[in-house]
């Protein structure tokens, strides 16, 4: 990272970000527009305003976190890829557990990229995927190298909420005890099946007791 330097394109590629976050979609819009190589064109904040923004921009880097209000990055990949081809997916997110790593670049990501990464090593994925290169960042590709078998670790949170799912409570009542509203229990349900790189529910539960997480 120290020799990093961003060679330029004959012309300025266009990324689009999807983050629920809209601050922080801001703040990567002015560092990738700062940077010269790159214009941010689009920008959505969920899976739904995603799809209207690629049917009206044209986009070369689709940068795309894994946690959106109405479903997830990594399951949005492939849908992504077969209608948008020729669209390079670098996944933008803070989630650095392997198995979504796997799966995200499984399901068609060209790199992934930790928001707590180096403004260079941004710029470089961006240029990297452009180019039909492969981008980790560098505390990715640590983690792919040396902690392959790395056990999940869940949060007290992820823990209760997969303890509530265990004894079969419903979304309505989970949201309930954990004080929370119902659609961010589906969104952290949603998480949390991929997170443990589970099917379904059922398969949820079963690895839960088996593993015993809970």
């Not at 949170?157 to 119902?182: D, K, T």
């Not at 952290?188 to 099946?193: A, E, G, S």
Request: aromatic fraction near 6%.
């Amino acid at each position: 990272m120290d020799n990093f330097q961003l060679s330029t394109f004959n012309f300025q590629l266009k990324v689009a970000i999807v983050d629920d976050h809209k601050v922080v979609a801001e703040g990567f819009e002015h560092l990738i527009n700062e940077s010269g190589m790159a214009q941010v064109t689009g920008k959505a904040h969920s899976a739904t305003s995603c799809w209207r923004m690629l049917a009206d921009k044209t986009v070369d880097v689709l940068l795309l976190d894994v946690s959106l209000p109405d479903g997830n990055g990594v399951d949005l990949c492939p849908q992504i890829k077969a209608k948008y081809p020729d669209i390079k997916i670098l996944m933008l997110t803070s989630y650095s557990e392997l198995t979504l790593i796997m799966r995200a670049l499984e399901n068609g990501a060209s790199g992934y990229i930790l928001k707590s990464a180096m403004t260079e090593e941004i710029l470089e994925g961006i240029q990297a995927v452009a180019s039909g290169r492969q981008f980790l960042c560098e505390e990715v590709d640590m983690l792919m190298k040396k902690e392959e078998n790395r056990p999940v670790r869940l949060s007290r949170r992820e823990q209760e909420l997969l303890r509530l799912i265990v004894e079969g409570r419903s979304n309505s009542e989970i949201a309930a005890s954990m004080y929370l509203g119902y659609e961010t229990i589906k969104s952290y349900r949603k998480n949390l099946i991929l997170k443990l790189n589970a099917h379904n529910t059922a398969a949820l539960v079963k690895m839960a007791i088996e593993q015993k997480l809970v």
